[in-house]
């Protein structure tokens, strides 16, 4: 990577470097959104620059509440604004040195959803997380499905109950049977989880009947956000057989406010685990295909400070996005430009990396310890979990920000 420097005051282990450059939806006041760039603690008013005739977008692409019709205007147009940016923040001589109004602080501003989400899918895609899960609900000596390791398995999720990260989220109410129990009861759920994931936005629509291949499948993704897929456990396991996940899922899911793009992501691409057996034609691809990203949760409760209670990598992803694109596409199926597609709960080997309460507790067997003392297996009301993410080599970080939400009680 080539060294860039910014006039611009960027805090070291900022994940708004000028190596990144994401873009967002941002308000401040009572004024309406409209599309930005991050750099370091600030926000480039994208509106503003192109109002003074220094991109090549019309400024009403960024006076919009989502950037779904920026995004469409192609990867040649919004690579070129990206990189535009970049320059008018590096070169000594830009003419941003003498418009102060065209940057706002992140901290005076409000973030909100950044694309308008048409649909969304959720993959499964990491071994350890499958692996652990089907261990604890079926069978420990054969948890993976026989499908596994041939299919990018996932399923349709919830479009309409995607919020922007710091949402408040309503604990779920719903129907729960366990063992014990003869009949179903009628509840509010108490095992309460979170799945750390990233999403990758569509950036390129495509025709009814259209396939998508490994190979092409860079072009229709925009960028990456952090993703948390936040589940009813109790919920999840009464309904789930015989379709599949329903109401343990769709009642909220948070995503971060920043799309990293994928042109920023460029220098961590990472070669993925090795799949074994070989999958089918239309599966396979060239190159790296992971992305070294490191990803962290923690949490925090009205009376204990946040503290990690997992680290885990975007690298461990046993399905890569490309996989995931071709094969949500080789049956015809069109996507659209702000659909999100997210990876499935992103577990690491061993206990610190697991992305789920469900894997950290064990099912609820093993109590972990927050930093006053008290314990958890799932999460309860009033607390707080955040998800971070970056990505850093020779020094230069691409990050994500975090995802935060917090449980309010059910109603
Ligand atoms: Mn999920």
Redesign the pocket.
């Given at each position: 990577m080539t060294t860039l420097n910014t006039w611009v005051p960027v805090p070291e282990k900022s994940d708004f470097s000028i190596y990144n450059l994401p873009f967002g939806i941002f308000s401040k006041n009572t004024e309406a959104p409209k599309a930005g760039i991050a750099i370091g603690e600030q926000i480039v008013d994208l509106a503003l620059v192109s109002e003074l005739g220094l991109l090549d977008v019309d400024a009403g692409y960024f006076k919009k509440s989502t950037l779904n019709d920026f995004i469409a205007l192609g990867k040649e147009i919004t690579n070129k604004v990206r990189l535009d940016i970049q320059k008018l923040l590096v070169i000594e001589n830009s003419p941003l040195k003498n418009y102060p109004e065209v940057f706002v602080l992140q901290k005076d501003a409000r973030m909100h959803l950044p694309v308008h989400v048409g649909d969304y899918t959720?993959f499964?895609s990491s071994i350890e997380h499958a692996t652990n899960v089907g261990k604890m609900f079926r069978d420990p000596e054969n948890a993976l499905l026989p499908n596994w390791r041939h299919i990018p398995v996932g399923y349709h999720g919830r479009a309409s109950s995607i919020v922007v990260s710091g949402t408040e989220i309503r604990r779920p109410m719903g129907q729960v049977k366990t063992n014990d129990m003869k009949a179903p009861v009628f509840q509010a759920s108490n095992r309460l989880d979170f799945?750390l994931?990233m999403g990758f936005i569509v950036g390129k629509s495509t025709e009814l009947g259209e396939r998508v291949s490994t190979k092409d499948a860079a072009n229709h993704i925009f960028g990456l956000v952090l993703f948390n897929?936040w589940?009813a456990r109790d919920i999840q396991k009464w309904e789930y057989v015989p379709l599949g996940p329903f109401l343990g899922?769709s009642f909220a899911s948070s995503m971060s406010p920043w799309i990293v793009t994928l042109e920023a992501l460029e220098p961590f691409k990472i070669k993925g685990p090795e799949q074994e057996p070989e999958v089918l034609s239309y599966l396979e691809y060239e190159g790296d295909r992971n992305y070294d990203i490191q990803l962290e949760v923690s949490m925090s409760t009205s009376t204990s400070e946040d503290i990690t209670i997992s680290k885990s990598n975007f690298k461990y992803m046993y399905w890569n996005m490309m996989q995931q694109l071709a094969h949500h596409t080789v049956n015809g199926c069109n996507i659209n430009v702000g659909d999100v597609m997210?990876s499935?709960?992103i577990s690491g080997k061993d206990e610190s990396s697991y992305g789920s309460l469900l894997e950290i507790s064990w099912g609820g067997k093993k109590p972990f310890e927050l930093k006053d003392g008290s314990k958890r297996t799932f999460i309860e009301n009033n607390d707080t979990v955040t998800m971070r993410g970056f990505a850093e080599k020779e020094g230069k970080r691409v990050g994500f920000g975090e995802v935060t939400g917090t449980i309010l009680p059910s109603r």
């Open positions: 959720d499964y799945e994931e897929d589940s899922k997210a499935g709960t």
